[in-house]
């Protein structure tokens, strides 16, 4: 019998169209992937609600504790390996609301989890950066709360290296096209102390854009579907180093 392929189970959003196409032309590119009956890597998802994020209570709840905990016990009944959460509410809520996560999905499954924010932030201690470019589609009082977070981490977001869309319907982001995404990661590089840039949303559609961006620019850029991915493949013993054309992140091991 053929040895199991390692099983990546993500957490996604209800809403979130750009998620899932991205993560499967990510491990479709893996080497050894490409034929289908016997893949070295696969990838399964699992939903709950989220339709609009804002500091709204409303919105804030959906992110609550009982919704992700079942839609992570549905992965784990396929046998996954890994679980990753792939959405960054955490820059908003608090990292502690992560580590949370982390540790309830976890304990209930039995299954070693991640989330993008855990992830990114693992990138940005092994890349040491301490100046970071940061660009959302998110609103004002979402993205400072964004900034605050990673100020008290020791991060410094200045005004010049933010950019943000104003926008709420997560439906909304996934049709922001790749000239808007350029103009924005170019305008938190140019001119400023950004030592990366995270584009941070896994809604965008821009992992595909890092290599580009990293070769225009010169510097890191961690894309928040992306990170989790890599995150989850080296907790699974997989060789990142192997991955190729996704970003400097998937040299670093």
């Given at each position: 019998?053929?040895?199991?392929?390692?099983?990546?189970?993500?957490?996604?959003?209800?809403?979130?169209?750009?998620?899932?196409?991205?993560?499967?032309?990510?491990?479709?590119?893996?080497?050894?992937?490409?034929?289908?009956?016997?893949?070295?890597?696969?990838?399964?998802?699992?939903?709950?609600?989220?339709?609009?994020?804002?500091?709204?209570?409303?919105?804030?709840?959906?992110?609550?504790?009982?919704?992700?905990?079942?839609?992570?016990?549905?992965?784990?009944?396929?046998?996954?390996?890994?679980?990753?959460?792939?959405?960054?509410?955490?820059?908003?809520?608090?990292?502690?609301?992560?580590?949370?996560?982390?540790?309830?999905?976890?304990?209930?499954?039995?299954?070693?989890?991640?989330?993008?924010?855990?992830?990114?932030?693992?990138?940005?201690?092994?890349?040491?950066?301490?100046?970071?470019?940061?660009?959302?589609?998110?609103?004002?009082?979402?993205?400072?709360?964004?900034?605050?977070?990673?100020?008290?981490?020791?991060?410094?977001?200045?005004?010049?290296?933010?950019?943000?869309?104003?926008?709420?319907?997560?439906?909304?982001?996934?049709?922001?096209?790749?000239?808007?995404?350029?103009?924005?990661?170019?305008?938190?590089?140019?001119?400023?102390?950004?030592?990366?840039?995270?584009?941070?949303?896994?809604?965008?559609?821009?992992?595909?854009?890092?290599?580009?961006?990293?070769g225009r620019w010169g510097l890191p850029v961690f894309d928040t579907v992306s990170v989790v991915v890599w995150d989850m493949l080296r907790m699974g013993g997989f060789d990142v180093k192997t991955v190729k054309g996704w970003g400097s992140l998937f040299k670093k091991s």
């Open positions: 019998m053929p040895s199991k392929p390692l099983r990546l189970g993500i957490l996604v959003p209800s809403s979130n169209t750009a998620l899932e196409p991205l993560t499967h032309s990510l491990i479709s590119s893996l080497p050894n992937n490409s034929n289908p009956s016997a893949p070295t890597v696969t990838v399964h998802f699992s939903r709950f609600a989220v339709t609009t994020i804002s500091l709204s209570p409303a919105s804030i709840k959906q992110f609550d504790l009982p919704a992700i905990l079942a839609a992570a016990q549905l992965l784990a009944h396929a046998e996954v390996d890994i679980i990753g959460w792939g959405g960054t509410s955490a820059g908003w809520l608090g990292f502690q609301h992560d580590e949370e996560l982390v540790r309830a999905v976890t304990a209930a499954t039995g299954v070693p989890t991640t989330t993008s924010v855990v992830a990114l932030n693992k990138a940005l201690q092994l890349f040491n950066v301490k100046r970071l470019g940061l660009v959302t589609p998110y609103l004002d009082d979402v993205q400072e709360a964004i900034i605050k977070n990673y100020a008290g981490a020791g991060i410094d977001i200045s005004l010049g290296m933010e950019r943000h869309l104003g926008v709420a319907k997560n439906t909304d982001i996934a049709v922001i096209g790749e000239k808007v995404l350029d103009g924005l990661v170019r305008e938190v590089v140019e001119g400023t102390e950004a030592e990366a840039v995270t584009t941070f949303c896994t809604n965008w559609v821009a992992a595909q854009r890092v290599e580009y961006w990293e």
